[in-house]
T-cell receptor, first 112, second 115 residues
Framework: KQEVTQIPAALSVPEGENLVLNCSFT??????LQWFRQDPGKGLTSLLL?????REQTSGRLNASLDKSSGRSTLYIAASQPGDSATYLC???????????FGGGTRLMVKP | DVKVTQSSRYLVKRTGEKVFLECVQD?????MFWYRQDPGLGLRLIYF???????EKGDIPEGYSVSREKKERFSLILESASTNQTSMYLC??????????????FGPGTRLTVL
């Protein structure tokens, strides 16, 4: 059964820092990997999706990489801002393309 | 933009009541999903549907049922609500067509409290 782990569980950084969030998964037979953002009490917002054949995706200050063979993904946030404070979740989709398995999330706080 | 809406943001029900949670998506997506999210347990899949009138069990289907009579609407039913079903419920949808790569889009969530 797929297991997804995110480290660290919580992170606090000063504004302006570049930071990396980590995600690891146990079964490399995946269809894709998604990174989400969740604000307190709200739903999930899709940030980036990386297909299994891709190595990275970029959107604005966000860059996500995927190393399927080692079971790892990273989310890089450049020049962090207080508005980036949220919980970031990674999720991997099974090879059938149906079910997502989520990590526990990294709670990020960016201090002004 | 994809829009997934859920019928209620907050809901309070009593033990034993029958509870309906409704989800509607406006992008003609084939797949729809129901998750629950609990502190320390993360997001867990309850049921999903890949077509009208079709359903598949997820990781934790016990105590729940679902209904998909129309493509845009997916309902989660708690036949007899219990206190351990107090949770945040999240609906999502995705498309298998074209270059969407099954990206899942989520609704705002329904926080259900069962007293």
């Amino acid at each position: 059964k797929q297991e997804v782990t995110q480290i660290p569980a919580a992170l606090s950084v000063p504004e302006g820092e570049n930071l990396v969030l980590n995600c690891s998964f146990t079964d490399s037979a995946i269809y894709n990997l998604q990174w989400f953002r969740q604000d307190p009490g709200k739903g999930l917002t899709s940030l980036l999706l990386i297909q299994s054949s891709q190595r990275e995706q970029t959107s604005g200050r966000l860059n996500a990489s995927l190393d399927k063979s080692s079971g790892r993904s990273t989310l890089y946030i450049a020049a962090s801002q207080p508005g980036d404070s949220a919980t970031y979740l990674c999720a991997v989709m099974d090879n059938a393309g149906n079910m997502l398995t989520f990590g526990g999330g990294t709670r990020l706080m960016v201090k002004p | 933009d994809v829009k997934v809406t859920q019928s209620s943001r907050y809901l309070v029900k009593r033990t034993g009541e029958k509870v309906f949670l409704e989800c509607v998506q406006d992008m003609d997506h084939e797949n729809m999903f129901w998750y629950r999210q609990d502190p320390g347990l993360g997001l867990r899949l309850i049921y999903f549907s890949y077509d009208v009138k079709m359903k598949e069990k997820g990781d934790i289907p016990e105590g729940y049922s679902v209904s998909r009579e129309k493509k845009e609407r997916f309902s989660l039913i708690l036949e007899s609500a219990s206190t351990n079903q107090t949770s945040m419920y999240l609906c999502a949808s995705s498309s298998i067509a074209g270059l969407s790569y099954n990206e899942q889009f989520f609704g705002p969530g329904t926080r259900l409290t069962v007293l």
